[in-house]
């Protein structure tokens, strides 16, 4: 990660100094030179440079690089997120860099320290890269930005880029965990990687295949079956607020860390992608790793299932059926619909250990919900009409935007069975819908629940700004955006 710092010098020597503007105009104060602003205004009326979001000007003077930087009218938080990431990408080539932040501009409506949050926000969601599987990588491919100053006039409130950097922190650690081969993430290894979070303060309990036996959550262990490697269900608790005994909330997250389909096998075309299974349970670890980051006054619980899904003598079988923890039984018709069969154990659990009244989940959950949104969003399913608009409201300001769809009798119907309370999968009209009410016959009345189904998302294949290629971890900012609204 590149550090971030304050400065108030007006001067800098910085390699590469970035003046913001939201138009043609600048006022860079003590900055850059005489001769330098002269230039660079001559440079900026040359490559047409209005302050347009997104667009530079620059000139390179012998020795420093500068740039402007354009804002656009009014930037959003995440129009400067994305500004920030696209400035990196120019930057990342050099150790060193000084940002001059706009001051009394009319069209910048952003406090000084959030808009230096947001720049560093989109520098480290852009700068973020896996690479510590190449052993032959040239050195002078790596980014060398080590430093970036923020240079403002007057002093500026710190507390914004402390919690930016908090929830860059975490959405880095959950890329880290996504991208990461089912073989060096076997729900073991995850279990052990997660544990260590506890130096942040955040009570962390794994349980084993034995007590998970014990608990009766033998829907997760029908996944876990047919895998050489064991399961384990993480249970994370954070407690900003002390003097509450309840939690606020509770998170459940699946976390396959590879789903093959099981007996009912996947094709092989892209089988690899389904590493990146354990999405949900990443975002859930990684929100409450921010939560702990940040000290947000407020009580969280996490509860996370991980299991590998794969075939084998000793796999779960179409047809088999399996009893609940809760106690409803459940005819399995298709191996690979086996991410409900983890999160309702999980949803179970957390009501019943913990007594939380608002629940939200989130899964790679189906093909279903990925062929209805494409990339551009992700599903939402809820019981409660507060709790979606707030989660949906929250998707478009972090831009990991949610849309609804309905949870209802009719398709609850869909998911009976001829020999049990309820089958896992219903035929292949509505498998998104479908899976939610699936989920749903696992929260208890009175329980305020949301379902994020976050198949699609979860992965960038083009790359874009904030999201290089790869693993995006869709939901950190998300659930960051919402645990923050609640204290
Ligand atoms: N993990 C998959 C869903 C998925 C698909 C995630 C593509 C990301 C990209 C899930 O376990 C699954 O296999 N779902 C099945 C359910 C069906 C068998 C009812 C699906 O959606 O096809
Ligand atoms: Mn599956
Ligand atoms: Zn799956």
Not at 342 to 363: H, N, P, Q
Request: net charge neutral; proline share 3%.
């Amino acid at each position: 990660m590149t550090e971030f710092t304050f400065s108030d010098a007006g001067k800098s020597s910085a390699e590469t100094k970035i003046i913001l503007a939201s138009g043609s105009n600048f006022n860079a104060g003590k900055f850059i030179r005489k001769e330098e602003a002269a230039a660079l205004k001559t440079a900026a009326r040359k490559q047409k440079f209005v302050g347009k979001s997104g667009s530079f000007a620059e000139i390179f003077n012998g020795k420093t690089r500068i740039i402007l930087a354009g804002t656009g009218n009014r930037p959003s938080a995440l129009d400067l997120q994305t500004l920030g990431a696209r400035l990196y990408k120019k930057i990342a080539d050099t150790a060193t860099a000084a940002v001059c932040l706009p001051e009394d501009d009319k069209k910048i409506t952003l406090s000084a320290g959030q808009t230096a949050a947001a720049l560093a926000l989109g520098m480290e969601l852009g700068g973020y890269r896996f690479d510590k599987y190449f052993t032959k990588k040239p050195a002078d491919s790596y980014p060398k930005l080590e430093k970036v100053e923020f240079v403002a006039a007057r002093a500026v409130d710190a507390s914004p880029m402390a919690a930016a950097q908090a929830l860059a922190n975490a959405v880095r650690y959950a890329r880290d965990l996504c991208n990461e081969p089912a073989n060096n993430l076997t729900p073991e290894i995850y279990a052990a990687d997660i544990k260590r979070l506890d130096y942040l303060g955040i009570d962390i309990t794994i349980l084993d295949e034995d007590k998970i036996h014990d608990l009766g959550m033998d829907m997760l262990l029908a996944v876990a079956k047919g895998s050489a490697n064991l399961p384990r269900v993480a249970v994370l608790q954070w407690r900003g607020n002390k003097d509450q005994k309840e939690f606020d909330l509770g998170l459940v997250g699946k976390g396959v860390t590879f789903d093959s389909g099981g007996i009912s096998l996947k094709p092989a075309a892209n089988m690899g992608d389904m590493k990146g299974d354990m999405t949900g349970s990443a975002v859930v670890v990684a929100a409450i790793k921010a939560a702990a980051l940040q000290k947000l006054p407020i009580n969280v619980v996490g509860v996370v299932g991980l299991v590998e899904n794969m075939p084998s003598g000793s796999a779960t079988r179409p047809g088999d059926i399996v009893r609940s923890m809760s106690g409803q039984t459940v005819e399995i018709v298709n191996t690979d619909a086996e991410g409900r069969l983890v999160l309702g154990d999980c949803l179970w659990y957390i009501e019943e250990k913990f007594g939380v009244k608002t629940i939200i989940d989130i899964a790679t959950l189906t093909g279903s919900t990925m062929m209805t949104f494409g990339f551009e969003y992700a599903g939402l399913f809820a019981n409660d009409d507060k709790l979606a608009a707030k989660l949906a409201e929250c998707g478009e300001t972090t831009g990991e935007k949610l849309w609804r769809l309905p949870v209802n009798a009719d398709y609850d119907k869909m998911m009976d069975s001829d020999v049990a309370d309820m089958k896992n999968a219903g035929s292949r009209l509505a498998g998104g819908i479908t899976a939610a009410c699936f989920l749903q016959r696992f929260v208890k009345d009175g329980v305020k629940w949301a379902h994020l189904d976050i198949a699609g998302v979860d992965k960038d294949d083009k790359g874009h700004p904030l999201t290089p290629k790869g693993a995006t971890a869709f939901g950190v900012r998300l659930l960051n955006a919402f645990l923050q609204s609640i204290r």
